[in-house]
């Protein structure tokens, strides 16, 4: 069983800062590819940024450098900093992780955490 826990959330003013985490945990061997998804109401959940093993970032093109994802390996854990906040990035945000397990390779996904930035 594999879980993941996200927290950092909550309501911040426009111009703000936000930084988010998501911790997995359970039987895992290791994990590949961890990333950040977001969806506001009314609205496809969409990605916002994902990162390999080693590092390597990929960003929408919405967060137009305002936002940095990162992980700790040892921790099991990737981060979300988020700066610069617009009312346009209230969502839920959930972190997902390709999580290997002693017997299979799937796609996790944590229960969301509520980003709301007021004007």
């Known amino acids: 069983q594999v879980q993941l826990m996200e927290s950092g959330g909550g309501l911040v003013q426009a111009g703000g800062s936000l930084r988010l985490s998501c911790a997995a945990s359970?039987?895992?061997?290791?994990?590949?590819?961890m990333g950040w998804y977001r969806q506001a109401p009314g609205k496809q959940r969409e990605l916002v940024a994902e990162?390999?093993?080693?590092?390597?970032?990929h960003y929408a093109d919405f967060v137009k450098e305002r936002f940095t994802i990162s992980r700790d390996n040892a921790k099991n854990t990737v981060y979300l900093q988020m700066h610069s906040l617009q009312p346009e990035d209230t969502a839920v945000y959930y972190c997902?992780?390709?999580?290997?397990?002693?017997?299979?390779?799937?796609?996790?996904w944590g229960q969301g955490t509520q980003v709301t930035v007021s004007s």
């Open positions: 359970g039987s895992i061997a290791s994990i590949h590819d």
């Open positions: 997902n992780a390709d999580v290997n397990t002693r017997d299979t390779l799937s796609t996790h």
């Open positions: 990162i390999t093993r080693v590092g390597t970032t």
